[in-house]
């Protein structure tokens, strides 16, 4: 497993404490923590751009095409998932939504000129099965028509986050620091947005620490290491090991108190962790 593969793991295992984060942040309408956590991660990155001494402005001349497919990416998967979450129950919504795996896998093998063998399939294939399990298990599931927009919108969030994970891969010439200025772009979206649809909240001090965390972490750090194992790592082997993020979310609502232990939580686990090790066998045997 090369460095770029172990940046996109960790931006699954920052994932993976989004929902323990964002529960300190609850009161807080979606688009003004959206331009908060956003704003943020502009901070952090653009911090980072200074020290590494990257001249952002002359990078998004040069690679006018990843930065506009981030800015496209990050915005409307955002856009998508928050129709989803007001249009269908949670739990159908990233049942959908968790399809993207999936179709990084599927995508970079039909599309990205990635070999991808029936190794890789099966243990994507279990890591969806477990990732499934534990989504399940936090409510009832209720797919019906009067949900459609919803579910729609999940669907849009799969095939957007996919996309853009194999397409990335065209721009490995790219600096990561250039998400920066998509950080800068999103967020200015989603304040302008906010302004237009949401009353203002004054965050308190326990959901500004929440806000900090959540655009230094799984909003922030997490996208700089995706677009760099994107762009340089193993995409199949990240596709099996996305389907970690939301059982690992779910033990850390565990060991938080949060939400309790169950048997699809420990089947979840074994699931995903056999999923991991198909796919790591299959790079081992080069295919």
């Known amino acids: 497993m090369n460095a770029a593969t172990l940046a996109g793991c960790a931006a699954v295992l920052l994932w993976s404490t989004l929902a323990l984060l964002a529960a300190g942040a ?3 309408p979606p688009l003004q923590l959206l331009a908060l956590t956003f704003g943020v991660a502009s901070v952090v990155g653009l911090c980072w751009a200074a020290l590494r001494r990257v001249n952002l402005w002359r990078a998004a001349r040069a690679h006018r095409g990843a930065l506009l497919l981030a800015v496209a990416a990050l915005g409307s998967y955002h856009f998508f998932y928050f129709v989803a979450l007001g249009n269908a129950p949670v739990v159908a ?4 939504a968790y399809l993207w795996p999936l179709l990084i896998v599927v995508f970079a093998g039909a599309f990205g000129g ?3 063998s029936r190794w890789h399939l099966a243990g994507v294939a279990l890591g969806l099965a ?3 399990l534990v989504i399940a298990s936090r409510g009832p599931l209720a797919f019906t028509s009067r949900y459609a927009i919803g579910y729609g919108a999940a669907l849009a969030c799969a095939f957007v986050w996919s996309a853009y994970s194999v397409a990335n891969r065209r721009h490995a010439g790219a600096p990561t620091e250039l998400v920066a200025l998509a950080c800068v772009a999103v967020a200015l979206l989603a304040l302008a947005a906010h302004a237009l649809l949401e009353t ?4 308190s001090q326990r959901e500004w620490l929440a806000i900090l965390l959540l655009g230094a972490g799984p909003v922030g750090a997490a ?5 760099h194992g994107t762009k ?17 979310s779910t033990v850390l609502l565990v060991a938080s108190g949060d939400a309790a232990g169950s048997w699809q939580l420990a089947g979840s686990c074994l699931l995903v962790a056999g999923g991991a090790a198909l796919a790591a066998y299959a790079d081992r045997r080069g295919g």
């Open 130 to 132: 477990g990732a499934w």
């Open 223 to 227: 996208f700089f290491l995706w677009d």
């Open 93 to 96: 919504a990233t049942l959908i």
């Open 26 to 28: 609850t009161r807080i």
């Open 200 to 203: 203002t909240a004054l965050p």
């Open 232 to 248: 340089h790592g193993n995409l199949p082997l990240l596709g099996a090991l996305s389907y970690a993020a939301p059982v690992l």
């Open 114 to 116: 990635v070999r991808v």
